[in-house]
Protein backbone atom coordinates (compact mmCIF):
# COMPACT_ATOMS: atom_id res chain seq x y z
CA UNK A 1 0.00 0.00 0.00
CA UNK A 2 1.75 3.35 -0.70
CA UNK A 3 2.19 5.82 1.73
CA UNK A 4 0.67 9.48 2.08
CA UNK A 5 2.80 12.47 3.98
CA UNK A 6 0.96 15.20 5.38
CA UNK A 7 1.46 17.85 3.47
CA UNK A 8 1.40 20.69 6.08
CA UNK A 9 4.64 19.14 7.87
CA UNK A 10 6.37 17.08 5.07
CA UNK A 11 8.91 19.76 3.59
CA UNK A 12 11.73 19.09 1.89
CA UNK A 13 14.68 21.29 0.77
CA UNK A 14 17.97 20.67 -1.78
CA UNK A 15 21.00 19.16 0.19
CA UNK A 16 23.18 22.12 0.86
CA UNK A 17 21.05 25.11 0.21
CA UNK A 18 21.05 27.25 3.34
CA UNK A 19 18.29 29.32 2.12
CA UNK A 20 16.00 26.35 1.70
CA UNK A 21 16.92 25.26 5.02
CA UNK A 22 16.00 28.17 5.95
CA UNK A 23 12.66 28.03 4.28
CA UNK A 24 11.97 24.96 5.02
CA UNK A 25 11.39 25.72 8.69
CA UNK A 26 9.54 28.77 7.38
CA UNK A 27 7.41 27.16 6.14
CA UNK A 28 6.45 25.38 9.32
CA UNK A 29 5.17 28.62 10.69
CA UNK A 30 1.76 27.63 10.65
CA UNK A 31 2.31 24.25 12.76
CA UNK A 32 4.37 26.67 15.33
CA UNK A 33 1.50 28.81 15.46
CA UNK A 34 -0.98 25.97 15.92
CA UNK A 35 0.71 22.98 18.09
CA UNK A 36 2.88 26.90 20.27
CA UNK A 37 0.48 29.67 20.01
CA UNK A 38 -2.98 28.61 20.43
CA UNK A 39 -2.36 25.55 22.63
CA UNK A 40 -0.45 27.73 25.09
CA UNK A 41 -3.17 30.61 25.14
CA UNK A 42 -5.83 28.05 25.31
CA UNK A 43 -3.51 26.24 28.80
CA UNK A 44 -2.83 29.88 30.27
CA UNK A 45 -4.77 32.22 28.72
CA UNK A 46 -8.21 30.81 27.59
CA UNK A 47 -9.28 34.10 25.77
CA UNK A 48 -12.85 34.25 24.15
CA UNK A 49 -10.81 35.73 21.07
CA UNK A 50 -8.01 33.85 21.00
CA UNK A 51 -10.36 30.63 20.79
CA UNK A 52 -12.57 31.99 18.12
CA UNK A 53 -9.50 33.28 16.51
CA UNK A 54 -8.12 29.42 16.31
CA UNK A 55 -11.66 28.20 15.15
CA UNK A 56 -11.42 30.89 11.85
CA UNK A 57 -8.09 29.20 10.68
CA UNK A 58 -9.66 25.87 11.29
CA UNK A 59 -12.28 26.44 9.49
CA UNK A 60 -10.57 28.38 6.85
CA UNK A 61 -8.49 25.54 6.30
CA UNK A 62 -11.70 23.14 5.55
CA UNK A 63 -12.21 25.63 3.11
CA UNK A 64 -9.02 25.34 1.25
CA UNK A 65 -9.87 21.67 1.05
CA UNK A 66 -12.83 22.26 -0.23
CA UNK A 67 -11.67 24.67 -3.10
CA UNK A 68 -8.75 22.46 -3.63
CA UNK A 69 -10.90 18.92 -4.55
CA UNK A 70 -13.16 21.20 -6.51
CA UNK A 71 -10.49 23.03 -8.82
CA UNK A 72 -8.09 19.92 -8.14
CA UNK A 73 -5.05 22.29 -9.99
CA UNK A 74 -2.10 20.37 -10.09
CA UNK A 75 1.29 21.89 -7.89
CA UNK A 76 4.26 22.02 -10.36
CA UNK A 77 6.17 19.63 -11.59
CA UNK A 78 9.57 19.64 -9.92
CA UNK A 79 6.51 18.72 -6.62
CA UNK A 80 5.56 15.50 -8.27
CA UNK A 81 9.07 14.11 -9.58
CA UNK A 82 10.99 15.36 -6.57
CA UNK A 83 8.75 16.16 -3.70
CA UNK A 84 6.66 12.69 -4.43
CA UNK A 85 3.23 15.07 -3.88
CA UNK A 86 1.89 13.72 -7.21
CA UNK A 87 -1.35 12.83 -5.65
CA UNK A 88 -2.22 16.16 -3.75
CA UNK A 89 -3.51 19.60 -5.23
CA UNK A 90 -1.69 22.86 -5.38
CA UNK A 91 -4.58 25.83 -5.56
CA UNK A 92 -4.78 27.54 -3.66
CA UNK A 93 -1.68 27.44 -1.20
CA UNK A 94 -2.51 26.20 2.34
CA UNK A 95 0.02 27.35 4.01
CA UNK A 96 -0.65 30.75 1.91
CA UNK A 97 -3.78 30.99 3.07
CA UNK A 98 -3.01 30.36 6.79
CA UNK A 99 -0.58 32.82 7.25
CA UNK A 100 -2.34 35.46 5.37
CA UNK A 101 -5.06 34.49 7.62
CA UNK A 102 -3.58 34.99 10.50
CA UNK A 103 -1.74 38.05 9.36
CA UNK A 104 -5.08 40.08 8.57
CA UNK A 105 -6.76 38.66 11.85
CA UNK A 106 -3.98 39.32 14.11
CA UNK A 107 -3.82 43.05 12.84
CA UNK A 108 -7.86 43.98 12.77
CA UNK A 109 -7.39 42.67 16.62
CA UNK A 110 -4.34 44.54 17.40
CA UNK A 111 -5.96 47.78 15.93
CA UNK A 112 -9.84 47.16 16.95
CA UNK A 113 -11.84 49.29 19.37
CA UNK A 114 -14.02 47.46 20.69
CA UNK A 115 -15.55 50.09 23.19
CA UNK A 116 -16.15 52.26 19.33
CA UNK A 117 -16.66 48.93 17.18
CA UNK A 118 -14.59 50.28 14.91
CA UNK A 119 -10.54 50.02 13.76
CA UNK A 120 -8.55 52.61 15.14
CA UNK A 121 -6.69 54.57 12.79
CA UNK A 122 -3.70 55.97 14.65
CA UNK A 123 -1.84 53.17 16.31
CA UNK A 124 1.58 53.74 18.19
CA UNK A 125 4.77 52.81 17.15
CA UNK A 126 4.98 49.59 19.25
CA UNK A 127 1.59 48.34 17.96
CA UNK A 128 2.96 48.76 13.99
CA UNK A 129 6.20 46.92 15.02
CA UNK A 130 3.83 44.30 16.39
CA UNK A 131 1.38 44.16 13.75
CA UNK A 132 3.82 43.83 10.99
CA UNK A 133 5.60 40.92 12.15
CA UNK A 134 2.44 38.11 11.24
CA UNK A 135 3.06 39.82 7.81
CA UNK A 136 6.90 39.35 7.15
CA UNK A 137 6.08 36.15 8.61
CA UNK A 138 3.30 35.40 5.58
CA UNK A 139 5.38 37.02 3.00
CA UNK A 140 8.53 34.51 3.69
CA UNK A 141 6.45 31.35 3.95
CA UNK A 142 4.67 32.68 0.44
CA UNK A 143 7.99 32.88 -0.86
CA UNK A 144 9.37 29.84 0.22
CA UNK A 145 6.78 27.68 -1.17
CA UNK A 146 7.37 28.40 -4.40
CA UNK A 147 11.14 28.63 -3.66
CA UNK A 148 11.34 25.01 -2.58
CA UNK A 149 9.08 23.97 -5.52
CA UNK A 150 5.37 23.09 -3.47
CA UNK A 151 3.56 25.94 -5.78
CA UNK A 152 3.81 28.14 -8.28
CA UNK A 153 3.50 32.15 -8.05
CA UNK A 154 -0.36 31.99 -9.24
CA UNK A 155 -1.26 29.18 -6.33
CA UNK A 156 0.67 31.34 -3.39
CA UNK A 157 -1.10 34.56 -4.69
CA UNK A 158 -4.51 32.78 -4.72
CA UNK A 159 -3.87 31.15 -1.13
CA UNK A 160 -3.26 34.49 -0.30
CA UNK A 161 -6.43 36.73 -1.36
CA UNK A 162 -8.26 33.79 0.38
CA UNK A 163 -6.80 33.99 3.58
CA UNK A 164 -7.22 37.64 3.64
CA UNK A 165 -10.47 37.38 2.64
CA UNK A 166 -11.92 34.81 5.07
CA UNK A 167 -10.13 36.36 7.83
CA UNK A 168 -11.60 39.88 7.06
CA UNK A 169 -15.02 38.15 7.18
CA UNK A 170 -14.59 36.35 10.49
CA UNK A 171 -13.62 39.17 12.44
CA UNK A 172 -15.93 40.89 11.25
CA UNK A 173 -18.66 37.90 11.84
CA UNK A 174 -16.72 37.50 15.23
CA UNK A 175 -16.71 41.00 16.32
CA UNK A 176 -20.17 42.34 15.34
CA UNK A 177 -22.17 39.38 15.56
CA UNK A 178 -21.04 36.47 17.81
CA UNK A 179 -19.39 38.96 20.44
CA UNK A 180 -22.62 39.41 21.70
CA UNK A 181 -22.97 36.16 22.83
CA UNK A 182 -19.44 35.83 25.05
CA UNK A 183 -20.46 37.10 28.10
CA UNK A 184 -23.48 34.17 28.07
CA UNK A 185 -20.52 31.61 27.09
CA UNK A 186 -18.39 33.27 30.21
CA UNK A 187 -21.24 32.19 32.63
CA UNK A 188 -22.15 28.77 30.86
CA UNK A 189 -21.01 25.61 32.53
CA UNK A 190 -18.37 25.50 30.48
CA UNK A 191 -17.32 29.44 30.69
CA UNK A 192 -17.21 28.27 34.32
CA UNK A 193 -15.75 24.86 34.08
CA UNK A 194 -12.56 26.08 31.85
CA UNK A 195 -12.27 29.54 33.45
CA UNK A 196 -13.28 31.05 29.58
CA UNK A 197 -13.20 34.87 29.67
CA UNK A 198 -13.05 37.67 27.42
CA UNK A 199 -11.27 40.74 28.09
CA UNK A 200 -11.56 43.02 25.23
CA UNK A 201 -13.55 45.54 26.52
CA UNK A 202 -10.32 46.02 29.01
CA UNK A 203 -7.97 48.89 27.20
CA UNK A 204 -4.88 47.71 28.43
CA UNK A 205 -5.37 44.04 29.66
CA UNK A 206 -1.72 43.50 31.03
CA UNK A 207 -1.59 47.09 33.36
CA UNK A 208 -5.36 45.48 34.65
CA UNK A 209 -3.98 42.37 35.34
CA UNK A 210 -0.69 43.67 36.84
CA UNK A 211 -2.66 46.09 38.89
CA UNK A 212 -5.31 43.42 40.22
CA UNK A 213 -2.15 41.31 40.91
CA UNK A 214 -0.57 43.95 43.09
CA UNK A 215 -4.01 44.61 44.82
CA UNK A 216 -4.44 41.02 45.69
CA UNK A 217 -1.14 40.78 47.33
CA UNK A 218 -1.31 43.75 49.17
CA UNK A 219 -4.93 42.12 50.50
CA UNK A 220 -2.71 38.73 51.34
CA UNK A 221 -0.28 40.17 53.51
CA UNK A 222 -2.93 42.29 54.67
CA UNK A 223 -4.66 38.99 55.62
CA UNK A 224 -1.32 37.76 57.13
CA UNK A 225 -0.49 40.22 59.93
CA UNK A 226 -4.00 40.60 61.23
CA UNK A 227 -4.08 36.83 61.87
Known sequence: MPLKAVTLTHVR???????????????????FISLGGFTCHFLFRRELQGL???????????????????????????ACTLLEMCDS???????SQYTFFFAIYFTLLLTYDNSRRSIGTRLSNVKLLVSSIPWVLALLTMYSRVYL??????????GAALGVFLGVGWFHFVNSYLICYFPAIEESAFGRAFYVKDSSHITNVMKFEYDNAR???KNACSDDKSS
Do not use: C, M
Open 215 to 217: AAR
Open 149 to 158: GYHTIAQVFA
Open 89 to 95: HGWPSSH
Open 52 to 78: FFALGLIISQFVNELVKKSVQQSRPEI
Open 13 to 31: YEKGDKLGHFLAWVSLIPV
